[in-house]
Nanobody
Framework: QVRLEESGGGLLQPGESLRLSCTVS????????MGWFRQAPGKEREYVAM????????YYTHSVKGRFTISRDNGQNSVYLQMENLKPEDTAVYYC????????????????WGQGTQVTVSP
């Protein structure tokens, strides 16, 4: 069975850094586009970052640009999110995802999600 397993979340103070990991089981991700999403209480799931299969192209939502870095290791079947200078607004459950680039050059996630990992940023 395909499984997405996120890890690395925790409780941080503003300005600190954290690295999230996502390991995919049951499917080779080497040819897939991967992304990170997050969801805060009462909010819709937000598209955070994306990386192509060969790491040649990345995307970041404006609020995290310059602070977050997405990367992947196809040999480990994993994708990572390095988060720096964390802010309280970054508090959310973070999910990884596989998807595709559609005809309009937009990332379209597959409707398949793991349990996520909680990131809390608080003084």
């Amino acid at each position: 069975q395909v499984r997405l397993e996120e890890s690395g979340g925790g409780l941080l103070q503003p300005g600190e850094s954290l690295r999230l990991s996502c390991t995919v089981s049951g499917r080779d991700i080497s040819s897939a586009v991967m992304g990170w999403f997050r969801q805060a209480p009462g909010k819709e799931r937000e598209y955070v970052a994306m990386i192509t299969f060969d790491s040649a192209r990345t995307y970041y939502t404006h609020s995290v640009k310059g602070r977050f870095t997405i990367s992947r290791d196809n040999g480990q079947n994993s994708v990572y999110l390095q988060m720096e200078n964390l802010k309280p607004e970054d508090t959310a459950v973070y999910y990884c995802n596989a998807g595709r680039i559609d005809r309009d050059d937009q990332y379209k996630p597959f409707d398949f999600w793991g349990q996520g990992t909680q990131v809390t940023v608080s003084p």
